[in-house]
């Protein structure tokens, strides 16, 4: 099977960086998605990583490393809107998806 | 584009009642998921579709769950005899699957209590 671990939360505060980390166990993969949820809303797509390295997409940042089993998720310049659930994702052969627990991100002003 | 169509938003039903979920995907996409959320499981994949047929349902929890996809354009969740464990989050996404384009887009869910 698969699994993924990511911290369960961060805060941080307006205008800071930040990281979220996610590790994960898998006989193979696609790629590495990442998703934002706000409260009572649905998830959104983020980022997509299929090979290893940094993708940039505006203040949004995510990494793989496949020899780690690592990827991360880099938010710049911290907004109040930014406050969301954070998930990672193995997608697999049809793109279908394993999220992570999902990590609850609080941006301070 | 309208996005992908969930109804409806909100359910409540008493055990043992059968409850239908309803799902049109964003036009063009060939690939349909459903996932459910809850705050013990998380966001969990029940099943998919390709091109409206079924290809894993390893997901769905028991026999009382059921989906089908008669066309492009539609596609149902039904729960058979509903169960209070049942009470969650149901979303339906839907996607174009391309070499560069790995966005799955989520309808807003459909809030199921059970009671």
Known sequence: GQSLEQPSEVTAVEGAIVQINCTYQTSGFYGLSWYQQHDGGAPTFLSYN??????????FSSFLSRSDSYGYLLLQELQMKDSASYFCALSGSARQLTFGS???????? | DAGVIQSPRHEVTEMGQEVTLRCKP??????LFWYRQTMMRGLELLIYFNNNVPIDDSGMPEDRFSAKMPNASFSTLKIQPSEPRDSAVYFCASSFRTALQETQYFGPGTRLLVL
Do not use: F, N
Not at chain 1, 50 to 57: I, K, M, N, R
């Open chain 1, 102 to 109: 999902g990590t609850q991100l609080t941006v301070l002003p």
């Open chain 2, 26 to 31: 964003i036009s063009g996409h060939d690939y």
């Open chain 1, 50 to 59: 299929a090979l290893d390295g940094l993708e940039e997409t505006g203040r």
